[in-house]
């Protein structure tokens, strides 16, 4: 499983409240990746992460945050959560091997109410 | 903008059947990879394929990449139950993001 936990692994929270999802890995990969997860679109990317305090965009963003302060953990947080963030969320990591193979945790299934 | 499509979006076949899962991608890709996934789990990695022609094999399940078409296959030999999940395929532009297909749900019965 590469070492990946998420938490917490179910959240039912209210609209407008801010929420923060925790990626923690243990193999000291550089590459953290954050994703959500519809019905219809497939796995997006929202952000990721390739160093310490080093983040980048993915393609759907918006209204999401992340910060990266130590090698292990890569989080992730909604400012003010809507109904259109429920989704299923998925961290990921890249291993340092020719395959550039990533790795996904066990996700964290978030209901905005 | 690099886009993946896969098709068919869903796929129900009988047991010891065979078929193919399609992968198209718009832009050139390094890479291609090949992913499972179990209702309520987390995605598996099956297969990354690297260049021009490449082929893997894994039991029942065999990918093959055409670089020139921007095509990669998924392709299940007599099916069984127990292949009977949601697959995707990704691609990748450079190596820092992959963009994920919207996955071929596909479930074998007897």
């Known amino acids: 499983d590469a070492g990946i936990t998420q938490s917490p692994r179910h959240k039912v929270t209210e609209t407008g409240t801010p929420v923060t999802l925790r990626c923690h890995q243990t193999e000291n990969h550089r590459y953290m990746y954050w994703y959500r997860q519809d019905p219809g679109h497939g796995l997006r990317l929202i952000h990721y992460s390739y160093g310490v305090k080093d983040t980048d965009k993915g393609e759907v963003s918006d209204g999401y945050s992340v910060s990266r302060s130590k090698t292990e953990d890569f989080l992730l947080t909604l400012e003010s959560a809507t109904s259109s963030q429920t989704s299923v969320y998925f961290c990921?990591?890249?291993?340092?091997?020719?395959?550039?193979?990533?790795?996904f945790g066990p996700g964290t299934r978030l209901t905005v109410t | 903008e690099l886009k993946v499509e896969q098709n068919p979006l869903f796929l129900s076949m009988q047991e010891g059947k065979n078929y193919t899962i399609y992968c198209n991608y718009s832009?050139?890709?390094?890479?291609l990879y090949w992913y499972r996934q179990d209702p309520g789990k987390s995605l598996e990695s099956l297969f990354v394929l690297l260049s021009n022609g490449a082929v893997k094999q894994e039991g029942r399940l065999m990918a093959s990449l055409d670089t020139k078409a921007r095509l990669s296959t998924l392709h299940i030999t007599a099916a069984v139950h127990d292949l009977s999940a949601t697959y995707f395929c990704?691609?990748?532009?450079?190596?820092?993001?992959?963009?994920f297909g919207t996955g071929t749900r596909l479930q074998v019965f007897p």
């Open positions: 990704a691609a990748t532009h450079n190596t820092d993001k992959l963009i």
């Open positions: 990921a990591i890249r291993e340092n091997r020719a395959l550039d193979e990533q790795y």
């Open positions: 832009t050139t890709s390094d890479r």
